[in-house]
């Protein structure tokens, strides 16, 4: 990434954040719409987070080697507390990550109509029968999966080419049992993006649950970064590249 300007960097990154929200996201309302009154079944959510998984491959490959593609403000939290992205950067990663989410957000609706709002747009939430302590556990978990395993295939000592693969494939199997308690957002850019757009569009939104998702999520990416620390501190230990995701380009 030597060479390139921080504009090219958060443009990748609201570009990155919102090819995950349009196509990641986008995946609930249209396998709604389809589905139409029949039920949800475990093949609809295999679909959808193969949706998530594939969209998080691709983008890692496309935009890893402008900004190393973090599209989730919990991994560049993660990546700045564990020293390999600097912290001056991390307000204006979080802002682009949130600007690609309520993009993508529009462009669910542009491209699917009304009728996306109309079934919910794909927006993350719990039930009653839920309630906030299990999804804070079920947004903690989930995130803090994704997040570690950001931050160990991205280690000097990992093998090298294979981040994107293994950083698709966890969110992949990672909202499978999630999903079914609070819609597995594990991305605070994923949570808001939605809900903001939603609000606009004249929706009813349950803002109430948002601070359970962000605190969730923020707190994994905190929890994540101590724990890969604690997994690969050595006596002698090498600075690490602050563009850390760059090796999966």
């Known amino acids: 990434m030597d ?17 995950l929200v349009f ?21 609809d959510l295999g679909v959808i987070s193969l949706a998530f998984g594939t969209v998080v491959l691709a983008t890692m490959y496309a935009f890893g080697h402008v900004s190393g593609n973090h599209i989730n403000p919990a991994v560049t939290l993660s990546l700045a507390i564990t020293g390999q992205f600097p ?11 949130v600007t690609g989410g309520i993009l ?51 280690h000097r000592a990992a093998a090298p080419g294979f981040a994107g693969v293994a950083i698709g494939l966890v969110v992949f199997a990672v909202i499978i049992p999630v999903a079914p308690a609070t819609g597995a957002s594990i991305n605070p850019a994923r949570t808001l993006g939605p809900m903001l757009v939603q609000q606009v569009w004249g929706a009813e939104v349950a ?8 605190a969730a999520e923020l707190l994994a990416g905190v929890a994540a970064a101590f724990t890969s620390h604690a997994l690969t501190r050595t006596k002698n230990p090498a600075r690490t590249n602050h563009d850390a995701l760059e090796t999966a380009a």
């Open 3 to 19: 060479g390139l300007r921080t504009p090219q960097k958060l443009a990748a990154e609201v570009l990155g954040t919102a090819f």
């Open 87 to 97: 912290w001056r950067q991390v307000p204006a990663y979080l802002a682009a990550q």
């Open 104 to 154: 993508g957000a529009f462009a669910i609706i542009g491209v699917l109509g009304d009728r996306a709002s109309e079934v919910g747009l794909g927006v993350a939430a719990y039930s009653a029968d839920v309630g906030a302590g299990q999804a804070f556990i079920a947004e903690f978990i989930g995130t803090f999966i994704l997040v570690l395993t950001v931050l160990l295939v991205v």
């Open 207 to 214: 803002w109430s649950q948002a601070p359970v998702y962000l």
């Open 23 to 43: 196509i990641g996201v986008g995946s609930v309302p249209a396998t709604h719409m389809v589905n139409g009154d029949a039920p949800f079944t475990m093949a």
